[in-house]
């Protein structure tokens, strides 16, 4: 009896392991006396969209920078997709950092080329063995996906902010990611096309089945998207729930984030 | 008063050692990368067009300027002595040993070096450098390493281009108050030059181009302070990469003439 309990828990377990794609233990990051992110303990499931709060400068974006290595960590343990980031060779760290998508708060297109161009660079290096007619395809598809096909061949400066933010979007999408990462994606932007944003983060989330990880100020962008919210403060995290539960927090610093 | 003094200077010293070390890993770091595959050739080729092709218009003019102004403006002289008839030989040596490197890479660290600085800073500022490294691409590699080279290679391929015209204009310029044939003129020319004369001077350009391309995209590569920090990487760049021309062209002079010797 003992047994067959003692198996079921375990299989239990690897289910629930196998449904983690980001896990964070103890991680810390200093930038010489700035300890910006102290104690980040956090995991985010398959599938789930994982909203984060906190006021600026707490380390957010250095948080999912960490993940995807651009900002290496200096104490603690990242697990991506069930693999400890640290014990992993420079070429498996590649496989794994392929699976990652990153919209960057400005949209980080290239100024010096068209859209076009800018969406088929990651798949040139990824894809070497693509032809031109199967990368036109995903170009288009990409570009179709976030209601930007028109916009093919014109240049980043004739771009709006939000149209800007598509392509970054589609650029990340060519590659089929399996996480998100997205840095403050309706900053900047009106709240009609912060709303259209929002959505759109919704749709790919859906169509692509992608996990993410959303820093935000915008809360009603928060409210539409989020199946958890995590609050960061002083480099720890503060507060984690829905937005409902989070909403009605008896903190009076954490309302204030909903208010 | 005397301490903080003492201390201004301290820092002042730290701070000009830590960019040398810091510049000189930089150049390290291109020296390990450049051999290293793969190998952006279509982005050096990009780089070689925008560096080279698309500063001839402006070396050109500037070239055919010099050798003008410079025969101009040497006739009086030599007409005192009555060795007007050296003024092919002596423009000729001037332009190809000194003056057509020297200002080219002067103008080219202005165009180039400053244009070089500004994109990367303006990249590094917008998060595009972050953007490639996530796309699976070497920055450094994508970025620096095609930019340096193009510099290095294209400098002294719009040096001879400079000198060819300069010593156009110097020809024009004789011939405002004299009648010298073509064929006579280049003839003099030619013979003045040695082959101590123009390898030398062409070999010191592939260092001007060097550390015109590598200052420019370590002030870029390197660059923070947001917006305020394009402006000042892109005159930085054009600061330190003339001053280097200086610098390289005395060391240059002082090893050919002990070469010669």
Redesign the interface.
């Known amino acids: 009896m003992t047994d067959s309990t003692t198996l079921i828990k375990k299989g239990d377990d690897n289910k629930q392991n196998d449904n983690i794609v980001v896990e964070m233990i103890h991680l810390k990051k200093s930038f010489e006396n700035n300890h910006v992110l102290q104690d980040i303990n956090l995991v985010v499931n398959k599938g789930e969209n994982v909203v984060i709060l906190g006021q600026s400068g707490t380390g957010k974006s250095v948080l999912i920078k960490c993940i995807v290595g651009l900002v290496e960590i200096d104490d603690g343990k990242l697990i991506l997709f069930g693999q400890d980031i640290s014990l992993l060779k420079n070429t498996e760290l590649v496989q794994i950092y392929r699976k990652i998508g990153f919209l960057f708060q400005s949209a980080a297109l290239y100024d010096s080329m068209s859209v076009r161009e800018n969406l088929e660079f990651p798949l040139k290096r990824q894809q070497r063995n693509l032809k031109k007619e199967e990368m036109d395809l995903l170009v288009k598809e990409a570009l179709h996906d976030v209601g930007l096909e028109k916009a093919i061949d014109l240049s980043p400066s004739e771009l709006s902010g939000g149209m800007r933010k598509r392509v970054g979007l589609a650029r990340t999408l060519i590659l089929k990611p399996e996480i998100m990462l997205y840095d403050e994606p309706t900053t900047g932007l009106d709240p009609i096309t912060s709303k259209e944003i929002s959505n759109l983060i919704l749709e790919v989330q859906k169509k692509y089945n992608t996990s993410s990880i959303i820093i935000t100020h915008d809360i009603e962008c928060a409210k539409l998207i989020a199946n958890r919210v995590i609050v960061i403060k002083d480099g720890v995290c503060a507060a984690e729930g829905s937005y409902a539960d989070l909403e009605k927090s008896t903190d009076p610093w954490i309302r204030s984030f909903f208010e | 008063m005397e301490n903080s003094s003492k201390t201004i200077s301290d820092s002042v010293l730290r701070k000009f050692f830590l960019e040398v070390y810091s510049i000189s890993a930089f150049t390290l770091r291109f020296f390990k990368e450049v051999l290293k595959p793969p190998y952006e050739l279509n982005e050096l080729l990009k780089q070689s067009f925008l560096v080279g092709y698309k500063s001839l218009p402006l070396i050109a003019i500037t070239g055919f300027i010099i050798g003008l102004v410079l025969t101009i403006q040497s006739r009086p002289t030599l007409a005192k002595f009555g060795a007007e008839s050296w003024l092919p030989a002596m423009v000729a040596v001037s332009i190809i040993r000194e003056i057509g490197p020297v200002i080219t890479a002067l103008i080219f660290a202005g165009k180039v070096g400053s244009g070089i600085g500004a994109?990367l800073a303006?990249?590094k500022v917008?998060?595009?450098i972050?953007?490639?490294?996530?796309?699976?691409?070497n920055p450094f590699k994508y970025l620096v390493v095609t930019r340096v080279l193009s510099a290095t290679l294209m400098l002294p391929l719009l040096v001879i281009f400079a000198d060819a015209l300069g010593l156009c204009g110097s020809y024009i310029g004789i011939n405002i108050k004299g009648d010298v044939s073509a064929y006579l003129y280049f003839s003099q020319v030619f013979q003045s030059l040695e082959f101590n004369d123009v390898i030398p001077a062409i070999i010191k350009t592939v260092f001007f181009g060097f550390a015109i391309g590598i200052i420019g995209s370590y002030k870029g590569y390197n660059s923070n302070k947001g917006t305020e920090g394009v402006g000042k990487a892109a005159n930085t760049s054009v600061v330190f990469a003339s001053l280097m021309v200086f610098i390289i062209d005395m060391i240059a002079v002082q090893i050919a003439s002990l070469l010669q010797n």
Do not use: C, K, R
């Open positions: 994109e303006s990249m917008t998060e595009q972050d953007a490639m490294q996530v796309s699976d691409t």
